[in-house]
């Protein structure tokens, strides 16, 4: 598996072949549970030859998300000193699929994955000079979602779950799979008897195979849901 390690402050780069998937880790616990879940996602992406990039953002994005007027520079870039916008041009904005890992934090997700999404709101600012290229590039992402937790009650992850929906509805983003592995102690997800390592590596593989559907009442749609021309996959949930 790939190593993580938060004390290295390189960013990752992309190869330049294949499809652009990007894998956040958002826990500060250098392979942890959550980690493990995006290190096996990771190896999906890179079986199926795409381009996959997997990063923490703890040793990045090390600032709170702030007032903008107060910390916008004349170009209305934000004024914050860490990498965050290194990361969310170079990785984020060129990204095909964005995959999140986070732990479950108070019934929430980690505290490092809510600032990432709240600080692309000075990103896509129209007050931003690149913020409305920002805003379309952020358009039209796959984007998937890995839990770890302690608890394997289902409720637990139901907020975090709905949250990521809503956000993915928002941005007109396919919401194409979410995995969720137990355990607390570093490593214990592996021991989980329903193997969410090789969910999350199977999600990796068949992302850009899996096409979300989202029918409103007068949607045309055929009433055969598994034709024999249909090379798409559902949803992943696990």
Request: negative net charge; aromatic residues 8%; charged residues 25%.
């Amino acid at each position: 598996m790939k190593e993580l390690d938060q004390n290295v402050k390189t960013l990752p780069s992309w190869r330049g072949d294949g499809k652009k998937v990007l894998i956040l880790a958002t826990s500060p616990r250098e392979n942890g549970n959550s980690h493990l879940l995006a290190q096996s996602l990771y190896e999906g992406a890179l079986e199926a030859k795409h381009d996959a990039v997997i990063t923490m953002i703890s040793p990045y994005v090390l600032q709170l998300m702030r007032y903008c007027g107060d910390c916008r520079d004349e170009e209305g870039n934000c004024g914050l000193q860490d990498d965050f916008s290194k990361i969310f041009r170079s990785l984020y904005q060129p990204a095909e699929a964005v995959v999140f890992a986070t732990p479950i934090w108070w019934y929430g997700m980690s505290g490092h994955m809510k600032n990432f999404l709240d600080r692309i709101s000075c990103e896509i600012s129209a007050r931003n000079k690149s913020g409305i290229q920002a805003k379309q590039d952020i358009i039209g992402k796959k984007m998937g979602l890995l839990l770890s937790a302690e608890e394997s009650n289902f409720a637990c992850r139901m907020p975090i779950v709905a949250q990521f929906n809503e956000l993915c509805r928002h941005l007109r983003c396919p919401f194409v799979g979410h995995v969720s592995g137990f355990g607390n102690l570093r490593g214990e997800v592996s021991k989980d008897p329903l193997d969410p390592l090789g969910s999350a590596r199977k999600l990796g593989h068949d992302l850009f195979d899996i096409e979300e559907t989202d029918y409103e009442l007068d949607s045309e749609r055929p009433h055969e849901v598994w034709s024999v021309d249909r090379t798409s996959l559902p949803n992943y949930w696990r």
